[in-house]
């Protein structure tokens, strides 16, 4: 289940969470390489903080990574604005495991 800050609704139905990692081809000085999250082909990133780049793989994709689901809810960063999060914002969402769904 999806459920965002804005509305704070939430839906019965399962969503499909998607992890793409995007790498720049060809390569440019200061592009970066992304994991955007989709949540049923929808990129969660380029919704919340538009045209912003996602956080790397190895910030969301380490062996003890931020976006494994656990009992006790977690805030993960997805996304920071260019600049910085204190001036620009950020993207986060918290992530918890209830049995057998996890909740974003």
């Known amino acids: 289940m999806w459920r965002t800050r804005q509305d704070r ?6 969503s499909r ?11 440019e000085v200061g592009a970066t390489v992304e994991v955007r999250p989709l949540v049923d082909g929808t990129d969660v990133v380029a919704t ?8 790397p793989p190895f910030l969301l994709l380490a062996r003890d990574t931020p976006l494994m689901a656990t009992a ?3 805030e993960v960063r997805l996304a920071e604005a260019v600049r910085t999060e204190e001036c620009c914002g950020a993207l986060y969402v918290t992530i918890r495991r209830d049995a057998d769904r996890v909740f974003w």
């Open 9 to 14: 609704t939430m839906t019965d139905e399962t």
């Open 17 to 27: 969470l998607t992890l793409r990692v995007i790498v720049p081809d060809p390569p």
């Open 48 to 55: 919340g903080l538009p045209g912003e780049a996602a956080d």
């Open 72 to 74: 006790e809810p977690r």
